[in-house]
């Protein structure tokens, strides 16, 4: 489905399906929020379920939270038929061996 992403913007992109709340920390359909694929990536690489349950279940406190927001910067500036490459975080790199 395409659509405006809740994150960055952007009109046209191709939507995925997000949960505020992940749902192997209890989320269900009522937590979620539609992110375009780029933003949506870009959460789980930069952070780890858990963080995203406790510090990060609305969409107002990811958009201002340090690690994503030069993200989103950059991105609001791209045309949504961009593909854009993600890189996890070091920090998900250790937490999820």
Known sequence: MNGKCALCEREGTQLTKHHLLP???GGTVDNIVLLCEACHRQIHALYINK???VRLNTI??????SKINKYIKFIKKQP???KVKISKSLEIKSKRR
Request: proline share 0%; charged share 60%.
């Open 23 to 25: 749902k192997e920390e």
């Open 51 to 53: 963080e995203l349950s």
């Open 60 to 65: 107002e406190k990811l958009k201002v939270d």
């Open 80 to 82: 949504a038929s961009k």
